[in-house]
């Protein structure tokens, strides 16, 4: 610490309120106190309302002031010593829970050993170490918390009677397996980490693991798969799923043995039937989201693979958004099959297809859902000449259709059948006079005539014939 050369001057130059002001400029109170340590005065230069506590120690002791373990603190700043010269941080009890840390030093002046305390508020600092020491205690109490966590989760993890794999996504390289895993590949749980997978079984099931990965990553999920291990032909059921880390994404893969059994072969077949049949063959959730599709329905819709497919709403291909499969869904909801609903399938690329459709529900199983099939819709053969258009023979036959046609369809083409069939026997009866024929039906000779050409009945010219 260096000093003024010539002190004297600077003294002289300042007057004592210009004084003052410096001090408290520099410091956030003062107090003047007089040879035998009492307050005197106090200077407050802080707008903090805890220094306010200062202007009540007037006409007290300083050593009063402080708690017991500051007291031999004060003698020392106030006996003149060379160590008394350095700041000195003293606690001032409040009332409260929590004492004022104030830094002080003090100075001598005068002839008649008076003392100038200078100090400085140690508040903030105090309340930013505390929030420091509660933060601390707060990380220290999570981390033992995740320390547990991490110990039990350790033990569920070795413990499980299912092997448990995690894979990268990216490298397809084993994170962790534990050792019911190790067990299943018929290699310790330790060997498997760092290793490719898949590994450890047949090359059919290889290929249908890397199919299933690739599904669960595009789709983020897939049915069950049963696969065979590679040294002991061992069937196993197996399970994944993707999850999201701060180090990327992994595979969650769970394998239980599972018994080859008659049933599990005659179920492979089954789907293997339905996966090859020329019927388009859906299968949906209760929401419409398709969950399968054969070949057939690719080919139907234009598509190469089935993951085109996955999640995505059946009525994007089929009938009119938002109608035909909503009718069909309320009706699987409340029956248990469909028969012969006539719609439309719009391929991703080419015409429209007519398709005929039948349904069936499955809300009562394990995991509710809905299957479709769908076929092709072959022509109907135009009526031959002279020959009467059939209409439904009775109000049951009517009723039948309801549910595999919508209302207003069936509405426009009843009404188009009749409107013809009555032209048609007004014509025969006017013996194919179109003006006595109009007359008969009560129209136009005009409206007759546009009639006539919408139906393809007869010449459609505006003339009457020869």
Request: charged share 30%.
């Amino acid at each position: 610490m260096t000093k003024f050369e010539s002190p004297e001057a600077l003294a002289g130059a300042l007057s004592t309120r210009e004084a003052a002001t410096l001090l408290l400029e520099s410091n956030d109170v003062c107090l003047i106190l007089d040879r035998d340590g009492m307050v005197e005065d106090v200077l407050l230069g802080s707008t903090d309302n805890t220094l306010k506590l200062a202007k009540s120690w007037i006409g007290s002791r300083w050593i009063d002031t402080v708690s017991s373990e500051n007291v031999n603190k004060v003698k020392e700043m106030l006996n003149g010593s060379a160590d008394s010269q350095r700041w000195r941080q003293l606690s001032h009890p409040t009332g409260g829970d929590i004492d004022l840390p104030v830094n002080w030093k003090t100075v001598k002046v005068g002839k008649h050993g008076r003392h100038i305390a200078l100090g400085r508020s140690l508040r903030q600092l105090s309340l930013l170490q505390q929030r420091l020491l509660d933060v601390q205690h707060s990380l220290e109490r999570d981390y033992a918390r995740l320390h547990q966590a991490e110990i039990r989760y350790r033990m569920l993890f070795s413990m499980a009677s299912e092997g448990i794999l995690f894979v990268d996504a990216d490298s397809r390289k084993i994170v962790e397996a534990n050792p019911a895993a190790g067990r299943l590949l018929d290699v310790p749980a330790n060997k498997l980490v760092n290793r490719t997978f898949p590994r450890g079984f047949t090359d059919n099931s290889n290929d249908a693991i890397e199919e299933l990965l690739l599904r669960v990553r595009a789709a983020g999920g897939a049915e069950d798969l049963i696969v065979k291990t590679g040294h002991n032909d061992q069937t196993v059921r197996l399970n994944a799923a993707l999850i999201r880390r701060d180090d990327g994404p992994v595979f969650l893969l769970r394998m239980r043995a599972a018994e080859h059994s008659v049933d599990d072969s005659f179920s492979s077949q089954t789907l293997e039937i339905i996966n090859r049949a020329p019927d388009a063959f859906v299968v949906t959730d209760p929401d419409g989201l398709i969950r399968a599709a054969n070949q057939a329905f690719l080919k139907f819709a234009s598509l190469a693979t089935e993951l085109q497919v996955l999640r995505q709403p059946l009525d994007r291909w089929l009938g009119r958004s938002g109608v035909d499969v909503a009718l069909l869904l309320r009706n699987l909801r409340d029956r248990t099959e469909i028969r012969h609903y006539d719609t439309t399938l719009y391929p991703e690329f080419g015409d429209p297809l007519d398709v005929e459709l039948s349904a069936v529900s499955a809300l009562d199983s394990d995991d509710p859902c809905f299957g479709f099939v769908i076929r092709r819709r072959l022509a109907k053969a135009q009526p031959a000449a002279g020959e009467e258009t059939r209409l439904p023979h009775s109000l049951k036959e009517m009723t039948e259709l309801v549910g595999r046609v919508p209302l207003k369809e069936l509405v426009r083409e009843t009404t188009d059948i009749i409107e013809r069939m009555c032209i048609e026997a007004a014509l025969k009866m006017s013996d194919q006079s179109r003006a006595s024929a109009a007359e008969m039906l009560g129209l136009s000779r005009q409206s007759l005539y546009v009639k006539l050409r919408r139906y393809g009945i007869g010449d459609s010219s505006d003339t009457e014939p020869e």
